[in-house]
């Protein structure tokens, strides 16, 4: 089975939700086709759990509040909002298969048809 780990940004951002959200009813199909998502954030656990009943999400979220999981994958980066900057993910989607090696990375994540992305 093959992995797509998707970090997303903190919930604190509800309008990158709203947009994650969207694409999580094609994201159920993924499965389907022999891959398991795993959203990671830098939320608590407790706040995965109430976030992932509230939107009955196909898949499951990990807590990455040390951030040692984005800075793995080089994807806790310097970002820059009206001239303020600050410490944030960088929305990426890394394929990785059974052996953990990462086949793919989908920098350029397109909310609108991310199971597109991660399916071709």
């Given at each position: 089975?093959?992995i797509?780990?998707?970090?997303l ?8 939700h ?8 094609p ?12 959203g990671?954030?830098a ?6 759990t109430k976030?992932r009943?509230?939107?009955?999400l ?6 990455d ?12 980066v ?11 993910t960088?929305?990426?989607t890394?394929v990785?298969d ?9 920098a350029k ?6 199971s597109?992305?991660i399916?071709?």
């Open positions: 089975m093959q797509g780990a998707v970090l940004p903190q919930r604190r951002y509800p309008r990158l709203r947009r994650s959200l969207r694409s999580q009813g994201l159920r199909a993924i499965p389907q086709a022999g891959y398991r998502i795993l990671v954030s939320d608590s656990p407790a706040s995965h976030f009943a509230k939107y009955n196909p898949f499951d979220l990990l807590a509040q040390d951030h040692s999981v984005h800075e793995a994958y080089a994807t806790w310097e970002k820059s909002m009206y001239g303020r900057k600050y410490m944030g960088d929305r990426v890394f990785i059974e052996q953990g090696k990462v086949e793919e990375v989908i994540v397109d909310t609108k048809n991310h597109a992305q399916l071709r």
